[in-house]
């Protein structure tokens, strides 16, 4: 009986995680700026993903080529390109996760504050479309400057009466994946073991990584963790000076994004436990938005941002 008791929890967790007799549900996932640095890698990892059945690729230009060379690839999903804004509504509709690297990027010297001219009003324009034609999706957003984007994102959505702060996340992922990578190379352990919260928000000092909860524990002195940290909130321009005015972090950013859509899938589709960090509107601190970890909540696809005592050393 006991055999047959872990045969069927077997079964049962492989089923809810789609891989037995149920369906993978279908899901459309739209790409914002998918012709950019970051929107092409993006819109490749996307395809590989067998979660999304659906893959809309937006940009102002370049989508149609990006488009039918992506969708050449044998994987699950249909692969549209929309280009330019009489598009964007097509693009949009019925869109269960919509991911933004719509914007300028960083060159030398820039700090991501100086991008909010050009990049608060892209945003503001694409979440209006949002609003309209797919008001339920849960939205990645990338473009920086991802601490006032993702406050814009909302104001939209407020005014439009969409506003559901469950499903607007700012992509702070990056900054987890740099931290786990430089904790490893510094605590010599295997790094596709390693976890490491990321909390505050997505620009330098703001940037918190809290290494003294990372895993696995390693005895790291003062100042490895101070360099540590460091080297993670500099992770951003470390990448614009080595480009030298040929832009920002792409391949890694696009990494990073696929890892946190996937979550958003995951979440949608009922799998347990899905935890990230992310910029979200919260109540942890007298801050209205701060980077924390948060839970997907199935069946209600909204999210929690998990207690405090979790996450915040004592
Ligand atoms: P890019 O310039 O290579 O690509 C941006 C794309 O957005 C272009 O294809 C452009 O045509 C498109 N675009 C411009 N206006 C648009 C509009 N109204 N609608 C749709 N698409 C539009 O820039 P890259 O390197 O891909 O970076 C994109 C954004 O991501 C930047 O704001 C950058 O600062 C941000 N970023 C965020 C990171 C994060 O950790 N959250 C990390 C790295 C970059």
Same mark, same amino acid.
């Given at each position: 009986p006991s055999l047959l008791r872990s045969l069927r929890s077997a079964a049962s967790h492989l089923s809810r995680r789609g891989y037995a007799t149920e369906p993978v549900p279908e899901r459309k996932v739209a790409v914002l700026g998918a012709a950019g640095g970051i929107g092409q890698p993006l819109s490749l990892l996307m395809k590989l993903n067998p979660l999304v059945s659906s893959l809309s690729l937006y940009d102002i230009a370049g989508t149609p080529g990006v488009a039918a060379d992506v969708s050449h690839i044998n994987t699950r999903s249909e692969v549209v390109g929309y280009q330019g804004e009489e598009e964007l509504g097509k693009a949009l509709e019925g869109a269960d996760v919509v991911i933004i690297p719509a914007g300028v990027p960083r060159k030398p010297g820039m700090t991501r504050d100086d991008l909010f001219n050009i990049n608060a009003g892209i945003v503001k324009s694409l979440c209006t479309a949002i609003a309209k034609y797919c008001p339920h999706a849960l939205v990645n957003m990338i473009s920086n400057p991802v601490n006032s984007t993702v406050p814009i994102a909302a104001e939209v959505f407020k005014k439009a009466g969409t506003?559901? /702060?469950?499903?607007l996340f700012g992509v702070t992922t990056l900054d987890v994946v740099r931290a786990k990578t430089f904790y490893a190379g510094k605590a010599n352990v295997p790094v596709a073991g390693v976890n490491v919260p990321v909390v505050g928000g997505h620009a330098g000092i703001t940037i918190l990584p809290l290494f003294s909860q990372a895993t696995p524990k390693a005895n790291l002195d003062d100042d490895i963790i101070k360099a540590l940290t460091k080297r993670t909130q500099d992770g951003g321009t470390e990448v614009v000076e080595a480009k030298a005015g040929k832009g920002s972090a792409t391949l890694s950013m696009a990494y990073a994004g696929a890892l946190f859509a996937d979550a958003c899938l995951k979440g949608l589709n009922g799998v347990p436990d899905v935890v990230e960090c992310s910029f979200v509107q919260s109540t942890?601190? /007298?801050?209205?938005f701060f980077a924390s970890k948060v839970i997907e909540l199935p069946p209600l696809h909204t999210f929690q941002i998990l207690r405090l005592s979790i996450l915040w050393p004592v």
């Open positions: 506003y559901d /702060e469950k499903r942890v601190t /007298e801050l209205p």
